[in-house]
C-alpha cells in the first residue's frame, strides 16, 4: 500500500502572529478527488475558496495535523541555538511523526473505508511505503533534509521515500492541502488576535503599511501580550526609532 504525506507552512516572515505549520495523510485515489476540487497551492486560490476548501480537505484526508510556533517560541530560537529553519525542520517530523503513527494504530485508515479496504490491509499484513513531500524552507536542501530526519522516529513495516523540495506545495497535491490548512488556521489566528485587542493590524507582514502604521502607534501597548516577534528587523527598526525619538525630544 502506498499512501502520501504533504508538509507546508504559513505566516513564516510576518512581525504579528504565529506561524503555522499542517501536514495531511493522502492515498492515490484521494489525490484524484482533491484535485477535482481545486485543491492547490493556498497563495493560488481566493480566501473564500479557501474557506470553502479547508472544511472539505479535512473531510476528505485520511489524517492532518497542525502545529502553530508562537512568536515567543520563534523569537526564544536564540536561546535553545536554533534558527527559524531548524525550528521548522523539527516540527515537519513532529507533524509526520505524528501521522505515521495514525496509520500504525489503524485509525486513521478505518476511518475513510471508501479510500482504504481496512480489513484486506489487516488481512494481508501489507508493508506500508510512504512518500512524505515537504516544501522546503531552505536553499541548502540536502542539509536541512537531513535535520529533519534526526527527528524522525523509526517505524517497523514502513517504507519512507522523503522528497524535501522548493514549490512543493505547488507541484504535490499533499503539500497544497497542507499549505490550505496551514493558510486558513493562520488567518483564523490573526482574527483572534485583532477581535482581542480590538485592533485591524492589517496582514501581520513588515511590508504592509497596516501592520506598520499599527507598529508605530501601538507596539508600545502591546508589546507584552506575546503578539510581536521581537528578533525581527522589523521590530528592532521600530525600537529605533523610539529611542531616536526619545533622544530628539531631550
Known sequence: MKLFIGVDDAGRGP??????????????????????????DSKQVLPAKREELFEKIKEIVLS??????????????????????????MKSSEIINQLIKG????????????????????????????????????????????????????FDNIKIIMRCEH???????????????????????????????GIDFGSGYPADPVTVEFLEKHAEKFKHDGIFRKTWGTWNDYVKKKEQKKLDNF
Open 103 to 154: 496509520i500504525i494504530n489503524l485509525k486513521t485508515m478505518a476511518e475513510k473505508p471508501e479510500f482504504v479496504d481496512i480489513q484486506k490491509f489487516i488481512k494481508e499484513r501489507q508493508e506500508i511505503e510512504i512518500e512524505i513531500c515537504v516544501d522546503c524552507p531552505s536553499p541548502n536542501i540536502p542539509v536541512w533534509q537531513i535535520e529533519l530526519e534526526k527527528h524522525l522516529e523509526k
Open 64 to 89: 492532518y495535523e497542525v502545529i502553530a510556533v508562537s512568536p515567543g517560541e520563534i523569537d526564544g530560537r536564540s536561546e535553545t541555538g536554533l534558527n527559524l529553519n531548524k525550528i521548522e525542520a
Open 167 to 197: 514549490k512543493a506545495d505547488v507541484n504535490h497535491i499533499a503539500c497544497s492541502a497542507a499549505s490550505i490548512l496551514a493558510k486558513v488556521t493562520r488567518d483564523r489566528e490573526i482574527e483572534k488576535i485583532k477581535a482581542k485587542i
Open 15 to 40: 512581525i504579528i502572529g504565529p506561524m503555522l505549520m499542517a501536514g495531511t495523510l493522502i492515498t492515490e485515489k484521494q489525490k484524484s478527488v482533491l484535485r477535482k476540487l481545486g485543491v492547490k
